[in-house]
T-cell receptor, first 116, second 112 residues
Framework: DADVTQTPRNRITKTGKRIMLECSQTKGHDRMYWYRQDPGLGLRLIYYSFDVKDINKGEISDGYSVSRQAQAKFSLSLESAIPNQTALYFC???????????????FGDGTRLSIL | KNEVEQSPQNLTAQEGEFITINCSYSVGISALHWLQQHPGGGIVSLFMLSSGKKKHGRLIATINIQEKHSSLHITASHPRDSAVYICAVSSLSGGGADGLTFGKGTHLIIQP
């Protein structure tokens, strides 16, 4: 079984719908992240969480919200989906070692989201 | 905000060739990561380094902190190495964010 599991793997939906992408991990990591990837652009950080009570906005948080239900679960929601949110979405985890960004990140397999 | 540039954007080579992918960044970092994205989309962490050189199998990663530059080398390349290779950095001035700043990736194709 994968250490970082994203569901669904693919989703096609219509403009205006509410969408939830889910991420669960068995690595026991405190830190979890949501990224989106668009063709021709690098991955960009949407939200991140350092523990259950900690939620932080990333570079492109507008139009998204998150929930850290437990150490192992971090969900990303699109309250009212729009076509330019069509992208590949990745969840990632890392251990909470010393320093900033000094731990490898472990990625899920991605969710391909299409908004018509 | 750190700017991460990778070169080349696309690279096609023959099996067995020595491959070099370059990454440069604009602001001091705490760590640099090399990632591999398979054609199916999954992303795997290859290396994380803050100085010197690391080796894993046929892959070698180097970093020059003074020049703000890193290279990923693949020796004896094989078609299974075909993937997108992504450089990412954790900036020293990350404002508390532990998220990474990513390059756009290098699309590598190794032909038999």
């Amino acid at each position: 079984d994968a250490d970082v599991t994203q569901t669904p793997r693919n989703r096609i939906t219509k403009t205006g719908k509410r969408i939830m992408l889910e991420c669960s991990q068995t690595k026991g990591h405190d830190r979890m992240y949501w990224y989106r990837q668009d063709p021709g652009l690098g991955l960009r950080l949407i939200y991140y969480s350092f523990d259950v009570k900690d939620i932080n906005k990333g570079e492109i948080s507008d139009g998204y919200s998150v929930s850290r239900q437990a150490q192992a679960k971090f969900s990303l929601s699109l309250e009212s989906a729009i076509p330019n949110q069509t992208a590949l979405y990745f969840c990632a985890t890392s251990d909470s070692g010393r320093g900033v960004g000094n731990q490898p990140q472990h990625f899920g397999d991605g969710t391909r989201l299409s908004i018509l | 905000k750190n700017e991460v540039e990778q070169s080349p954007q696309n690279l096609t080579a023959q099996e067995g060739e020595f491959i070099t992918i370059n990454c440069s960044y604009s602001v001091g970092i705490s760590a640099l990561h090399w990632l591999q994205q398979h054609p199916g989309g999954g992303i795997v962490s290859l290396f994380m380094l803050s100085s010197g050189k690391k080796k894993h199998g046929r892959l070698i990663a180097t970093i020059n902190i003074q020049e703000k530059h890193s290279s990923l080398h693949i020796t004896a390349s094989h078609p299974r190495d075909s993937a997108v290779y992504i450089c990412a950095v954790s900036s020293l001035s990350g404002g508390g964010a532990d998220g990474l700043t990513f390059g756009k990736g290098t699309h590598l194709i190794i032909q038999p």
